[in-house]
């Protein structure tokens, strides 16, 4: 028999109120509230209260085992009960069942309906770490390229799944230090996932190894966890502060013929000490060094880096002479990288192929002898008039070293001696030798062989 005007519901101190919920219970009940006793629950006396009265809790209209008979001097003094772990997931009534003393019939208070949460978000992971529950999936292109600007601006959308997801559960998905909090709605729980959608402000720093993770506090206070709270780490690279960058084809200023890809040697580069390459491109800035490539005949020539110390700079690079003349006849490929501060990853530019005009006579590449002291040269055999002809050392950095004219000596080959201390002191270094040669008694234009690259 009900008799709430009689029997007070019981009490649960540090119980949670209000709280969200279709069943409209009263309050909460949470986890942190279980000791080793069990579940506090507070008794108010009720009326008439007297030695003898038996008082027992029901959980869910079900006896618990636990109660208390009053003794003598115990009347009208509160008292409490502990319940043990037996409430179920979800909405439980608890009651007070009071039989006095002579009476079979108990007088029962009305039901205090609690929520509890069990397990908790996450469910329960004993020890430290990472929460193996609780799941996070991001889309595959974010993994593999980071966030950019206009990818943050679309939105990333980080899917998150755990055991025991809930509505009015609170996730806190912390962005590299910086928390995002959302409530699981209703249809989110029903789902079975959440899904929170990332957008520039959430991406609020650079950071090639940005990190997402989070944890779940439900609307009872219970934690992911209890100990391993947070979810594994998961990094990014965002990007999305970068200047968008793009990395025009570099110029050559000699390369005056067809739209820039032709250099005409012998009209716009027959004397030069070097070629000109000017790097523009769009988003130079502060802080981005750059670095120019040669891709000629049989090497690639890598310049001096050098920094952007003001934002749209254009900069200029100085290509040694020996890298044009070693692909006269050929194509060289001019591009730059680009690196980005605080990375270390070099960006391409586009490409500019340049065709480098051939002189009169394709000369071959020398070779050298074991001992390195004999080159041979390869002009074309026969040829139409009589030449001389001279060798040259190139060392980088150094004044170039020239033979003494001599007369070619036309045939499948010539061999010319390397001039004594060429080689020897310049031991341990990297050498370019090659060979030029002229119409005897001419003044015509002196044409020039490829380079051999020689370790001294």
């Given at each position: 028999?009900?008799?709430?005007?009689?029997?007070?519901?019981?009490?649960?101190?540090?119980?949670?109120?209000?709280?969200?919920?279709?069943?409209?219970?009263?309050?909460?009940?949470?986890?942190?509230?279980?000791?080793?006793?069990?579940?506090?629950?507070?008794?108010?006396?009720?009326?008439?209260?007297?030695?003898?009265?038996?008082?027992?809790?029901?959980?869910?209209?079900?006896?618990?085992?636990?109660?208390?008979?009053?003794?003598?001097?115990?009347?009208?003094?509160?008292f409490i009960l502990y319940l043990p772990d037996i409430?179920?997931?979800?909405?439980?009534?608890?009651?007070?069942?009071?039989?006095?003393?002579?009476?079979?019939?108990?007088?029962?208070?009305?039901?205090?309906?609690?929520?509890?949460?069990?397990?908790?978000?996450?469910?329960?992971?004993?020890?430290?770490?990472?929460?193996?529950?609780?799941?996070?999936?991001?889309?595959?292109?974010?993994?593999?390229?980071?966030?950019?600007?206009?990818?943050?601006?679309?939105?990333?959308?980080?899917?998150?799944?755990?055991?025991?997801?809930?509505?009015?559960?609170?996730?806190?998905?912390?962005?590299?230090?910086?928390?995002?909090?959302?409530?699981?709605?209703?249809?989110?729980?029903?789902?079975?996932?959440?899904?929170?959608?990332?957008?520039?402000?959430?991406?609020?720093?650079?950071?090639?190894?940005?990190?997402?993770?989070?944890?779940?506090?439900?609307?009872?206070?219970?934690?992911?966890?209890?100990?391993?709270?947070?979810?594994?780490?998961?990094?990014?690279?965002?990007?999305?502060?970068?200047?968008?960058?793009?990395?025009?084809?570099?110029?050559?200023?000699?390369?005056?013929?067809?739209?820039?890809?032709?250099?005409?040697?012998?009209?716009?580069?027959?004397?030069?000490?070097?070629?000109?390459?000017?790097?523009?491109?769009?988003?130079?800035?502060?802080?981005?060094?750059?670095?120019?490539?040669?891709?000629?005949?049989?090497?690639?020539?890598?310049?001096?880096?050098?920094?952007?110390?003001?934002?749209?700079?254009?900069?200029?690079?100085?290509?040694?002479?020996?890298?044009?003349?070693?692909?006269?006849?050929?194509?060289?490929?001019?591009?730059?990288?680009?690196?980005?501060?605080?990375?270390?990853?070099?960006?391409?530019?586009?490409?500019?192929?340049?065709?480098?005009?051939?002189?009169?006579?394709?000369?071959?590449?020398?070779?050298?002898?074991?001992?390195?002291?004999?080159?041979?040269l390869y002009a074309p055999n026969p040829l139409e008039?009589?030449?001389?002809?001279?060798?040259?050392?190139?060392?980088?950095?150094?004044?170039?070293?020239?033979?003494?004219?001599?007369?070619?000596?036309?045939?499948?080959?010539?061999?010319?001696?390397?001039?004594?201390?060429?080689?020897?002191?310049?031991?341990?270094?990297?050498?370019?030798?090659?060979?030029?040669?002229?119409?005897?008694?001419?003044?015509?234009?002196?044409?020039?062989?490829?380079?051999?690259?020689?370790?001294?």
């Amino acid at each position: 028999m009900t008799n709430a005007l009689v029997i007070a519901k019981v009490i649960i101190p540090g119980w949670v109120t209000p709280v969200d919920h279709p069943g409209k219970p009263e309050g909460g009940v949470p986890l942190s509230l279980r000791t080793s006793q069990g579940l506090q629950v507070w008794i108010d006396p009720w009326l008439n209260m007297s030695s003898g009265d038996n008082a027992k809790l029901l959980s869910n209209g079900s006896a618990t085992g636990i109660g208390k008979t009053i003794q003598p001097g115990e009347e009208n003094k509160r008292f409490i009960l502990y319940l043990p772990d037996i409430l179920n997931d979800g909405i439980n009534g608890l009651q007070l069942a009071v039989t006095r003393l002579g009476s079979s019939t108990p007088e029962t208070s009305a039901p205090r309906t609690l929520l509890y949460n069990l397990p908790r978000p996450g469910g329960e992971v004993s020890g430290s770490g990472d929460n193996p529950f609780l799941y996070m999936t991001l889309p595959i292109d974010v993994v593999t390229h980071g966030v950019d600007a206009a990818r943050a601006a679309k939105g990333v959308d980080v899917t998150l799944r755990y055991t025991s997801l809930r509505a009015q559960d609170v996730i806190t998905l912390q962005c590299d230090g910086r928390d995002v909090n959302h409530t699981v709605t209703t249809q989110e729980a029903s789902a079975g996932l959440v899904v929170i959608t990332l957008f520039t402000n959430d991406f609020w720093q650079d950071n090639p190894r940005f990190t997402l993770r989070y944890r779940v506090t439900d609307q009872l206070g219970n934690t992911s966890g209890p100990d391993a709270i947070w979810s594994s780490t998961t990094s990014i690279d965002v990007h999305v502060k970068q200047p968008v960058l793009d990395l025009l084809a570099p110029k050559v200023l000699e390369a005056k013929e067809a739209n820039g890809t032709t250099l005409n040697f012998e009209k716009d580069f027959y004397d030069n000490a070097h070629a000109t390459v000017v790097v523009n491109y769009l988003g130079s800035n502060v802080g981005q060094t750059v670095r120019v490539q040669c891709i000629g005949r049989a090497e690639t020539y890598l310049s001096d880096i050098q920094p952007v110390t003001s934002a749209g700079q254009i900069l200029t690079f100085r290509i040694l002479r020996r890298v044009i003349v070693d692909s006269i006849g050929h194509k060289i490929e001019f591009k730059y990288t680009v690196r980005l501060p605080g990375t270390t990853e070099d960006l391409p530019s586009k490409d500019l192929d340049v065709s480098i005009l051939r002189q009169k006579h394709l000369l071959g590449v020398p070779t050298i002898s074991s001992g390195l002291d004999n080159l041979r040269l390869y002009a074309p055999n026969p040829l139409e008039a009589a030449y001389t002809v001279r060798i040259s050392l190139t060392i980088d950095g150094q004044q170039r070293l020239d033979s003494v004219e001599a007369t070619y000596i036309q045939g499948p080959y010539m061999s010319f001696s390397i001039p004594p201390g060429w080689v020897s002191n310049n031991r341990g270094k990297t050498g370019y030798f090659n060979y030029s040669i002229r119409r005897t008694s001419s003044s015509d234009a002196i044409i020039f062989s490829p380079y051999l690259k020689v370790s001294l």
